[in-house]
């Protein structure tokens, strides 16, 4: 371990750093409301002005912060909600073509937004004895600014640059405390070379690129030295037993004074004290190391260790660190933290695989993004999180999204790894573009990055660029960077195959596909030789670092909500806005899948409940393909979790967190204890994804043809080891002899005690697709020869009954559906939502399963999680499928009589 005290680094131009990410509340004056916003064009005043007091804002938008620019006029409701319908289209500046790459390009010089937004913000200064430096933090501003305060200009557009930028700067000459101040900020959009956010194809961009204040605004108040961004980083000297951990401990500090001082840094870290004095020339940044060489109370015994999801607890451990100076602290911050570790290293096949406390961790996870105008919004976070957790996924990925520290901290305490890094298709990958400039935004943005999120133990690695890999220089930068700061986790050049010359293998691939493949496809699309050199494709092998297959459908409540044609067929121009960008601005690719294997859809409820199933069985095997070829395979991740606004494509959850087919799903394949079919093999394989072996299981599975002949059923005892998959029996070759187009395959899992863990139901045809390899491209493989499943659509009418209860137990509402079919017939794909008496949304309503088949004969019981807080107590469920009657259900107490 290095013993080296203290690493020294230049100051941040015109006293510029990086935000905090946890502060003393008594020391922090939250600049939240009371902002007014106007547009320069509307102004004739200069910055002195502005931001002096009696300025008169008469006319001005009332607006808080954070808040972009056009996410202010729409809640001050200048403007219709931008998400229903076409309005997004009317607004000023909407001139660029729908499905375009907006920040690629230029504004048009008519936008209401080609010029300055004056932010305003009038306040009273606390008066903090003994602390008296004052700091104003800026936690993001999109793009440029020029800051203004009491009539001086603080900083200017030169150095205030960076969307992905945290900016600290010391306002102790300018600021009274104790009297009204006047802050006021000139942002400025960004430019098309720029280092800017971007949805790329995911959504379409706000006119404005999301300009303004995006991240909180904070006033600070510290004594002579600062500081800043505690980190406590762990090293287990044997991953066998974790019964020590050493602890190193980070802080950075500066001095605010034109002179020396000296002073003591102390902390706890896990109940350890340490401390230690510190000298800082006049202005002087540095950093303060704590190794467990040096203080031997940072080697910890028996400590409690931080998991991810699935793999144990994400306990939390408590790093507080002060610095004193004077005879008093003058400045301190407290961070959670987890003990955990975190490695990476390349397999035989020259896969990234992830380690966590010495564990090989199979990544399952999600693609994330914000809301388009970045609204922040804490409790439809903590939902979302809530959806995750019941997702069983362990990771989300964030491409250049870089969430305000209240999503770590929900990652943090829920055990949700995150896979932050840049992002693609904008100038973070156009190096040809790259002034001198440009990298110094860019290594300030790293810089700002690296700070606030090395502490967070969800944060398991970073990631240099996203579909290319920096040129060797900006590489270079960047590690040398992560090097200063003590990055503590894996570092990927990027999430394509690309190799670098710096950092060599990057041991991950960006292959696609992104739109509908057929289920096989997971299995069996693995690497190919080609004109003499190997073809990645997206199966499951190494690591996917974004794949999925597509479509994804949204209910008619959710529909409701964004559409003013709702039911329309065929689907209008209104529909298609939200489809996706780029290569994705149709569904044409699932369509044709659709009549080819299914049907003709005559109806939107037919197409809709076609498009259900389909997505339901792609993106099930997808999970199920990685799953079942550990560690061959070494990570997926599917593209995406969530949407910044309605769309129909890409998401587990819709934009109104309604979970839809793809989310029960993935759900089912991400189960810790699984049993699955797999498409190349025609096996059944079992899966523990947890580190406990799970002995005395019993798998059994069962063969039907769709008229519901029994063709085959076997059982088989399975000792399912830590973190495992194994065959456990073959599906007979005979059965696939196209006799029967389609195999009905239902398969249990149940343990010791007779109790079923993991149950799943397929559809196969006897023969599956055959694949146009040649003709794949960077959206998917075209099937060459699909499969023949018309043969559901023909299903004999099955019968469905009822009955549901609401229960109130000490987590909150809960629905209890019992569903039995009495018909000598398969009920194939029955789905239940609870929904308002009028059809409306109720969301997000978790089930423990959905998309479900009951077989003749069966009863089974479905619960949720908790009720959302608003649901109304007259809600009903709504039951449909592919072959019964739909029917409303009216839940009743548990005690009886109607739910109140």
């Not at 394509?496 to 041991?507: A, C, H, L, N, Y």
Request: charged share 20%.
């Amino acid at each position: 371990m290095n013993q080296f005290r203290f690493r020294t680094f230049p100051i941040v131009m015109f006293a510029v750093a990086m935000l905090v990410p946890l502060l003393r509340a008594e020391t922090v004056t939250p600049l939240h409301g009371g902002w007014q916003l106007q547009s320069s064009r509307k102004l004739n005043a200069t910055g002195k002005e502005i931001s002096s007091a009696g300025f008169n804002v008469k006319g001005w938008i009332s607006t808080q912060v954070p808040s972009t620019v056009v996410a202010a006029q729409v809640a001050a409701g200048i403007f219709p909600n931008p998400y229903f319908g076409d309005n997004l289209r009317k607004l000023p500046g909407m001139d660029y073509e729908v499905g375009a790459n907006y920040s690629n390009l230029p504004m048009p010089e008519s936008s209401p937004y080609d010029c300055g937004w004056w932010y305003r913000d009038e306040f009273t200064a606390p008066v903090t004895p003994g602390k008296p430096y004052y700091w104003l933090h800026f936690n993001g501003i999109n793009y440029r600014a020029d800051i203004w305060l009491n009539g001086h200009k603080i900083a200017d557009s030169t150095q205030i640059a960076g969307a992905n930028r945290r900016y600290d700067l010391n306002v102790t000459k300018d600021l009274r405390p104790g009297k009204q101040n006047v802050l006021a900020v000139e942002v400025w959009a960004p430019t098309p070379h720029q280092l800017a956010f971007t949805f790329v194809d995911w959504n379409p961009m706000p006119p404005d690129k999301d300009m303004g204040l995006w991240g909180k605004v904070n006033l600070v108040a510290t004594g002579p030295i600062s500081l800043r961004f505690p980190m406590a980083a762990t090293n287990f000297p044997s991953t066998s037993k974790l019964n020590v951990a050493d602890l190193t401990a980070y802080a950075q500090l500066r001095n605010a004074t034109g002179h020396a001082v000296r002073g003591t840094v102390s902390g706890t870290a896990a109940g350890a004290h340490f401390e230690q004095t510190v000298s800082l020339a006049p202005n002087e940044e540095k950093t303060v190391e704590f190794t467990p060489e040096r203080f031997p109370q940072l080697r910890i015994r028996h400590p409690k260790v931080w998991w991810p999801r699935q793999m144990g607890e994400p306990i939390l451990e408590r790093l507080t660190m002060s610095v004193s100076a004077n005879g008093r602290v003058s400045d301190e911050e407290s961070v959670n933290f987890g003990i955990r570790e975190i490695t990476s290293e390349l397999t035989a096949q020259q896969g990234r695989l992830f380690r966590i406390n010495g564990k090989p961790l199979l990544v399952r996870g999600g693609g994330w993004t914000q809301d388009m105008m970045l609204r922040q919004n804490p409790e439809r976070l903590r939902e979302q999180f809530k959806l995750v957790r019941h997702l069983n996924l362990n990771t989300l990925r964030l491409e250049g999204q870089m969430e305000p520290t209240d999503f770590f901290n929900q990652a943090d305490k829920n055990g949700i790894l995150v896979f932050p890094g840049w992002v693609c298709c904008a100038e973070w990958q156009l190096w040809h573009n790259w002034t001198p400039q440009t990298l110094e935004v860019a290594k300030a943005s790293l810089r700002s990055q690296i700070l606030r999120l090395r502490s967070h133990p969800s944060v398991m690695v970073w990631l240099n660029g996203s579909d290319i890999p920096p040129v060797p220089h900006v590489e270079r930068a960047y590690l040398a960077i992560e090097a200063e700061l003590h990055w503590p986790d894996p570092i990927v050049s990027s999430a394509s195959q690309m190799p670098t010359k710096v950092t060599g293998i990057s041991g991950v691939k960006m292959t696609g596909p992104y739109d509908y493949v057929e289920p096989s496809y997971w299995w069996v699309a693995m690497q190919r030789k080609g004109n003499d050199f190997p073809r990645d494709f997206g199966g499951a092998y190494i690591f996917n670092t974004e794949t999925s297959p597509g479509p994804s459908m949204m209910g008619l409540a959710s529909r409701k909500k964004f559409l003013p044609d709702p039911n329309a067929w065929p689907p209008t121009d209104d529909w298609k806005l939200h489809y996706s960008g780029g290569g994705f601005r149709s569904m044409h690719v699932l369509d044709r899948a659709m009549d080819a294997m299914y049907a003709k859809p005559a109806s939107l409820d037919e197409y809709v409940r076609l498009a259900d199933t389909m997505e339901y069985d792609s993106e099930r095997a997808e999970f199920e393909s990685y799953s079942g070829n550990k560690y061959v395979s070494t990570g997926v991740i599917q593209w995406m979790l969530n949407n910044a606004w309605p769309s129909f494509y890409w998401h587990l959850y819709d934009y109104y967190l309604s979970p839809g087919a793809s989310y029960y799903a993935v759900k089912k394949a991400c189960q810790p204890l699984h049993i699955e079919y797999d498409y190349k093999n025609r096996s059944i394989l079992v899966v523990n994804s947890t580190y406990h072996a799970a002995p005395n299981l019993r798998a059994s599975m069962t063969v039907h043809s769709v008229q519901w002949d029994e063709l085959y059923s076997k059982e088989a005892a399975v000792n399912a080891a830590a973190d495992s998959s194994q065959m456990v029996f073959t599906v007979p070759r005979r059965l696939y002899s196209g006799a029967q187009p389609i195999l009905l395959i239902n398969l249990k899992l149940s343990n010791d005690a007779g109790k079923v863990v993991s149950r799943n139901f397929y559809w196969v045809p006897n023969s599956l697709t055959e694949f146009d390899w040649t003709a794949t491209n960077y959206t998917h493989t075209p099937a060459k020869v699909f499969p023949d499943l018309t043969a559901l659509t023909h299903l004999p009418q099955a019968a469905v009954t009822a009955h549901a209860e609401i229960e109130h137990t000490m987590r909150g509402r809960e629905v209890r559906l019992q569903l039995k079919n009495p018909s000598s017939a398969l009920a194939f794909q029955v789905r239940f939502e609870l929904r308002t008496p009028s059809g409306g949304l109720i969301a997000p309503v978790i089930w423990s399963d959905d998309w479900v088949e009951l077989t003749p004969g069966e009863s089974r019981t479905f619960t949720t999680a908790p009720l959302p807080k608003d649901a109304p107590r007259d809600a009903v469920i709504e039951l449909s499928g592919w072959n019964i009657p739909s029917a409303t259900i009216t839940p009743v107490s548990a005690a009886g009589g109607t739910a109140q």
